[in-house]
């Protein structure tokens, strides 16, 4: 999907909301746990029920790794039935990956071709050739952990390098690599005023923003430093939709709570 | 396993050598590929062939996810057989992992815990509570970046951080992290100096180091710099041994470049 691709969903939705999949069996309601692949069954509910207010979906592999090759199958079927049944949807392997070039490339093979998503998240720490492998896909994108929204993005992201933090080194390095227009970024929501300074640095990229409600983010504050003429933004919310009820009724609660950001969203679509 | 029984093995077996299983069907003999599990079928030849001359074998994940749920089935297949097998080998999931604290905690369960490997590469770059999760588990063990042998790893990890390089702020910052005692670090061979510097920082701690060989790096200086009075050094190759031939005496071939690599090894043993 092109950028361009997604701005215009975002517009015919009123929405710039990414639904994170991060699928705990204890936490999913119990007469799911009957059914033959429960975590897919959990998905494919939520995505029924939320479809024409999220414009994204991003699974975390690891709550997919944590069940081993059922795990593994269930994230299959969770692709391919957004890529069959909802095409226009912005699809995320939130895999954090990174390692040598090589190593790289069978990553990115795995995600973007063979899993076909749209993009991967990806650590920065081993540099431009642990990165580029998953930029060689035309209209595929990667998306560059930046800063964080953990208490650790504190411990080495923030670091001061040359005068400058190190996100923002990570974040200037980055595009000069090749094909980085095809880079995304990961923003934490927890200082709203950081956005400003990104903003200067990588103006026209899209920014995947972990941390708004649950985990403190204020949604127009971050619209308000980081939302740029294209948008520009996928605010991602994972627990606080898919968990809303553990009960019968866990997707018309997800349906709600989904409806509330994205009415937000479209007044905010509305003044900008 | 403890950091005691490592030692021990590699005083037995007169080996700190590290067998890196990144299989790539495309270069493994075309006569495994007629069978069921082309994979762990290598795998299994290359360990039987050469498990008294390594102490540790390192499956790179992204080799397996490239292949689906079928690579995945043989990730399990290969460390289940290890474990059994050859309980005395240090195992290591390559997976360079690393993401907020809930999910760190699936991929620390996923790979120490449900297919019991006996450590897993982190990423540092979210830091702390990224990196916590994976050190929860008795004589098991993270083994964080530090200094990659790649070229990005002059990107970003060799910036200067308040007066020191990004790789020693990591080194330094992790042993402050509860059950820091479980660390182990990839430091890369291509610059043996290095480990002086980095030995000041860490002295106890086990090393992982790729590089050796066919990235250029040399096993005696960097023993020089880098071994400690317990070894404290597990020396990857990869290609350089599964791939040694890819006819049918590829086990036999392995075994030979393995057994160069492990003389080596115990004549510098022995000098120290």
Redesign the interface.
Known sequence: MTTSQLTQQIRQKKSFLCIGL?VDLNKIPKHLLETEDPIFEFNKAIIDATHDLAVCYKP?T??Y??Y??KG??SL?KTIHYLNENHPEIFTIA?A??????N??T??A??FLE??NFDSVTV?????????EPFLQFENKHAIM?AL??????????T????GKE?YK??LE?SKTWKNSERLMYVVGATKAEYFTEIRKIVPDSFLLV?GVGAQGGSLSEVCKYGMNDHVGLLINSSRGIIYASAENDFAEKAREEAMRIQEEMSAILLNH
Not at 96 to 101: A, E, F, L, Q, T
């Open positions: 991060d975390n690891a709550f790794e944590a081993g090759l593994w199958q299959e939130d954090k990956r990174g390692d040598i070039g190593t790289s069978m990553y093979k795995a063979d899993l650590a920065p720490y081993m540099g431009k050739d642990s990165v952990l964080t929204s953990n208490e650790g993005a504190f411990d080495f992201q670091l001061e390098a040359h190190l080194q990570v390095i972990p």
